[in-house]
């Protein structure tokens, strides 16, 4: 139970800062589906561009962030020399790679459509190469149980990111109307959307400096001997990696090749906006990744800990289960989030938050085989599930459009989630709670069958779903005796009493 505290403690941190940045870091969307239209296409063009980059960071960093945790914990290594070596093994390959992108700038401009655009790729390279460099002290801090510094860099980078927007998209453009001569010293309006990647840019940079404790402060040395230990154990990781991030990127990477209508750019930049409402997955599978890789790896990793890895299942599942009925009850608000005229794509996002779901059981499922150093499974089960996505978008984008997109994340995580569980239940058996997990979806399921009922009256319809979430919520008290729990809490004990 200390164990779950101190799990809940820092997840709470680590999602803190990842609920509140990436709600803050929601204005952009508003902001970028107002300002670019769907017709436009400039909301399509960072769509594509950005999937991109999600692919890349998982390869500039070639699985040694979750490697750098496993060493870092063995007791027969040292920690500084561990994180020495992956701090240069990782910024020697994004310096390489942002040096390749130049030297090839013209012909990777050209094949991904951007040829009148060159600064898009450039930009969006040096940017991509930062990040993954600061992976390895985002991953240091964590290493060093330090969530609040960690928290704090992250929403430095979105306050300051939202600010620089709003003055280039809304403040910038209506003062340039007046005083052209003065604003075009700062402002050009034929930039355009490549604002959006220049800030980036900035802001990236910026929180580099700040890691200069981390990258100053320490005794650098490089052991070529346990870097060739660290990269037998990442490789898997990496086609783990890659994998993963396929699943969710392949579909807005490959919808211009693939979906061949005149309004492609239009399609995936509604489809993209739609995406958006649905990441509140993505917020809790992130924050739970963030706090239980340091809790597997950490000093109880020689302890049988099955039970408590079942437990966390079971909460893992209840909270995205109760964040997915509550996304759908209120969609009628959120929808909000973006511009009237990408609404047309709201009926991804029940499918989208599924595969979310899907794949954060997955990342649970995930530390059996990082557990037993056998990641090779995960490079196989996260393969075939991209194989299976793929396949799912080439046959099926070019007369569905992007709701094929929608599914194909669905079947490509449930194949990896079924595969890994089934496996791993022979390699690593652990005993989850499959009956209760089993009547939780059930009851969510027939919920939000009952919340899809339509109801012209919005506010008749609001009503009608929070009474809907709230009976989940009582079935979930009821079921997991939470009330005598928080009974015992300070203030807000009282109310459970």
């Not at 930062?130 to 992976?135: E, K, N, R, Y």
């Not at 239009?266 to 739609?274: D, V």
Request: glycine share 6%; net charge positive.
């Amino acid at each position: 139970m200390a164990n779950l505290k101190s799990l809940a403690k820092d997840t709470a941190i680590y999602g803190l800062s990842s609920i509140i940045g990436r709600f803050l870091n929601y204005l952009l969307v508003p902001l970028y589906t107002a300002k670019l239209s769907a017709a436009s296409g400039g909301y399509g063009v960072i769509t594509n561009v950005y999937a991109y980059t999600a692919l890349l960071l998982v390869i500039l960093t070639y699985g040694m962030e979750t490697t750098f945790f496993r060493f870092a914990n063995k007791s027969e290594e040292k920690p500084n020399t561990v994180y020495s070596t992956t701090l240069i093994s990782v910024g020697f390959t994004s310096l390489l790679f942002v040096l390749l992108v130049l030297a090839f700038l013209p012909g990777i401009s050209g094949w991904m459509g951007y040829s009148a655009h060159p600064e898009y790729i450039w930009t969006m390279a040096i940017v991509v190469a930062l990040d993954a460099f600061q992976c390895i002290p985002f991953a240091y801090l964590r290493y060093q149980r330090r969530p609040w510094k960690f928290a704090a860099l992250k929403l430095l980078f979105i306050f300051l990111n939202i600010g620089l927007n709003l003055l280039y998209f809304v403040a910038l453009p209506a003062l340039y109307k007046s005083h052209p001569e003065i604003i075009g010293k700062i402002y050009d309006p034929t930039v355009g959307v490549g604002y959006a990647f220049f800030i980036n840019l900035f802001c990236t940079g910026l929180i580099t400096f700040f890691f200069w404790k981390e990258l100053i402060g320490i005794r650098y040395k490089f052991d070529w001997s346990l870097l060739k230990r660290m990269l037998k154990y990442a490789w898997p990781i990496l086609v783990l990696g890659i994998a993963g991030i396929l699943n969710q990127t392949f579909d807005k990477m490959m919808f211009p090749k693939i979906y061949h209508q005149a309004d492609m750019q239009s399609q995936l930049g509604i489809y993209g906006a739609a995406v958006k409402i649905a990441m509140i997955m993505a917020l809790i599978t992130q924050a739970f990744r963030y706090a239980y890789e340091p809790f597997v790896f950490g000093k109880s990793k020689d302890k049988d800990n099955r039970e408590t890895y079942a437990q966390a299942m079971r909460y893992f599942i209840i909270f995205t289960l109760l964040a997915f009925l509550a996304v759908m009850a209120w969609i009628d608000i959120f929808k909000y989030i973006i511009a009237p005229d990408y609404w047309s794509g709201l009926k991804v996002v029940p499918i989208v938050m599924a595969a979310e779901i899907m794949m954060g059981v997955y990342f649970n499922l995930s530390f059996w085989y990082k557990l037993i150093d056998k990641t090779i499974w995960g490079a196989w089960f996260s393969g075939i599930g991209c194989a299976v996505l793929i396949l799912v978008n080439v046959l099926f984008v070019p007369q569905y459009g992007y709701m094929a997109c929608a599914w194909g994340g669905v079947a490509g995580y449930g194949t990896a989630m079924v595969l890994s569980y089934l496996v791993g239940q022979k390699y690593y058996p652990i005993s989850y709670p499959m009956r209760d997990i089993t009547l939780y979806v059930i009851v969510s399921a027939i919920l939000f069958a009952a919340m899809m009922l339509p109801i012209e009256n919005m506010w008749l319809a609001l009503a009608y779903r929070t009474f809907l979430l709230l009976l989940f919520v009582g079935f979930i008290f009821r079921k997991e005796h939470l009330a005598p729990m928080l009974a015992k809490l300070p203030v807000i004990g009282r109310f459970f009493k």
